[in-house]
């Protein structure tokens, strides 16, 4: 490959969006067990400073946030038990509690996401619907946001929901 060539790739590389693959339909509208989202702070702020008060009331607007968009699509979220849902760490990471759960209290679907704290600028936000008699993610996305604020949050949220969890596969 020329030199012009392996340069022309690399930028065509860079204007090219990542896209999380979308396989099979989006979840249909029914009851979940909506276990919120989960706060994983790996930045040296949260170390040394500890938990942050503006950080805790963003992660409960944003579990409103998305929990409202989801009723608005027909679902029918009940909150995870408190005692049940205790002594899991991270339900995305539980080795497959959450879908236990979930299925043992009659629901069809277990959403439950995170949010991880890279440095204040860069956030990473993901959500999971999984399938409670299977286990497997009917689907799951990931966006990296920029800016600790209430809004980056809605907003990184609205961009999964709609393009990665809700969209419809590409018919091409």
Same mark, same amino acid.
């Given at each position: 490959m020329n030199v012009t060539a392996f340069l022309l790739a690399g930028l065509v590389s860079l204007l090219t969006p990542a896209? +999380? $693959?979308v396989y099979g339909p989006p979840p249909e509208p029914d !009851?979940?067990?909506?276990?919120?989202? +989960?706060?994983?702070?790996? !930045? +040296?702020?949260?170390?040394? #400073?500890? /938990?942050?008060? &503006?950080?805790t009331t963003r992660i409960e607007m944003v579990e409103d946030h998305i929990a409202r968009a989801l009723e608005q699509r027909g679902f029918a979220l009940e &909150?995870? $038990?408190?005692l049940e849902i205790s002594p899991?760490? *991270? $339900?995305? +990471?539980s080795n497959g509690r959450d879908v236990r759960l979930a299925r043992d209290m009659g629901k069809r679907?277990? /959403?439950?996401?995170?949010?991880?704290?890279?440095?204040?600028? /860069?956030?990473?936000? #993901?959500?999971?619907?999984? *399938?409670?008699?299977t286990g497997k993610n009917?689907?799951?996305?990931?966006?990296?946001?920029?800016? #600790? #604020? *209430?809004e980056s949050f809605?907003?990184?949220? *609205?961009?999964?929901l709609k393009n990665i969890i809700f969209r419809e596969e590409d018919t091409e």
């Open positions: 896209v +999380t $693959p !009851s979940a067990l909506w276990f919120g989202l +989960t706060w994983i702070d790996t !930045s +040296t702020e949260g170390a040394i #400073n500890g /938990i942050r008060a &503006d950080e &909150d995870a $038990p408190v899991i760490k *991270d $339900p995305v +990471t679907y277990a /959403i439950s996401g995170q949010v991880q704290k890279v440095f204040n600028l /860069i956030i990473a936000v #993901n959500l999971y619907v999984r *399938d409670a008699e009917v689907r799951a996305g990931a966006v990296d946001i920029r800016g #600790n #604020n *209430d809605r907003r990184g949220y *609205d961009y999964l």
